[in-house]
């Protein structure tokens, strides 16, 4: 697992209180008992230790981003781009 995956996973896990441990790439957001405003609240924290900016709202994060890897895959390419 890459740097960027396994901090992004310890952001979900602290909003989720699940265990990160107990998350992969395939985890489905709302199966760890994240809702909108949840995802919204994380996405914001993501925005801020990367430096980038997801420009979705919430509705559209939430169409978007439904496994943990949708997330760290746009993290990925918004990084990317970004550099």
Same mark, same amino acid.
Request: proline letters at 0%.
């Given at each position: 697992?890459?740097? +960027? !995956?396994?901090?992004?996973?310890?952001?979900?896990?602290?909003?989720?209180?699940?265990?990160?441990?107990?998350?992969? /790439? &395939?985890?489905?957001?709302?199966?760890?008992?994240?809702?909108?405003?949840?995802?919204?609240?994380?996405?914001?924290? =993501?925005?801020? =230790?990367?430096?980038?900016?997801?420009?979705?709202?919430?509705?559209? !994060?939430?169409?978007?981003?439904?496994?943990?890897? &949708?997330?760290?895959? !746009? +993290?990925?390419?918004?990084?990317? !781009? /970004? &550099?």
């Amino acid at each position: 697992m890459d740097q +960027i !995956a396994a901090r992004t996973i310890g952001v979900i896990a602290e909003h989720s209180r699940t265990n990160a441990s107990e998350i992969t /790439r &395939d985890t489905e957001l709302n199966d760890i008992g994240l809702n909108s405003l949840e995802l919204t609240e994380i996405v914001m924290d =993501l925005e801020d =230790l990367y430096d980038i900016d997801f420009s979705l709202n919430a509705a559209e !994060a939430w169409d978007s981003l439904k496994k943990v890897g &949708d997330v760290v895959d !746009a +993290i990925h390419e918004l990084v990317s !781009a /970004r &550099d």
